[in-house]
């Protein structure tokens, strides 16, 4: 069984900073990738940025720049590190887990809720 726990979610004003964490626990294959989603009221999921188990990264263009992904794979914790933010990134994140072994492995976090105000 594998959870993930999310945190570091909390209302800040435009221009500001959050640090959010995902930490992973249980029977985790060492090859994998952790995902930072977001959803907002009223709109679809959406991919926010991606890290492989070896380190290469991928982000949606609206958070290029601002945002950074990182992880210690000895935690199997996932970071995103949100600067410059903006009302539009109020949104409920996410943290995906996930692998492919013969079949293909997901698993979700609870979500973490990041409200920024103009």
């Known amino acids: 069984q594998v959870q ?7 209302s800040v004003q435009a221009g500001g900073s959050l640090r959010l964490s995902c930490a992973a626990s249980g029977n985790i294959f060492s090859v994998n990738t952790m ?13 926010v940025a991606t890290i492989s188990s070896g380190g290469s990264t991928n982000y949606a263009d609206s958070v290029k720049g601002r945002f950074t992904i990182s992880r210690d ?12 933010l903006r009302p539009e990134d109020t949104a409920v994140y996410f943290c995906r887990l996930h692998w492919q072994l013969l079949r293909a492995y997901e698993y979700w976090g609870q979500g973490t809720q990041v409200t920024v105000s103009s």
């Open 35 to 47: 995902d930072w989603y977001r959803q907002a009221p009223g709109k679809q999921r959406e991919l």
């Open 73 to 84: 794979n000895a935690k199997n914790t996932v970071y995103l590190q949100m600067n410059s």
């Open 4 to 10: 993930l726990v999310e945190s570091g979610g909390g």
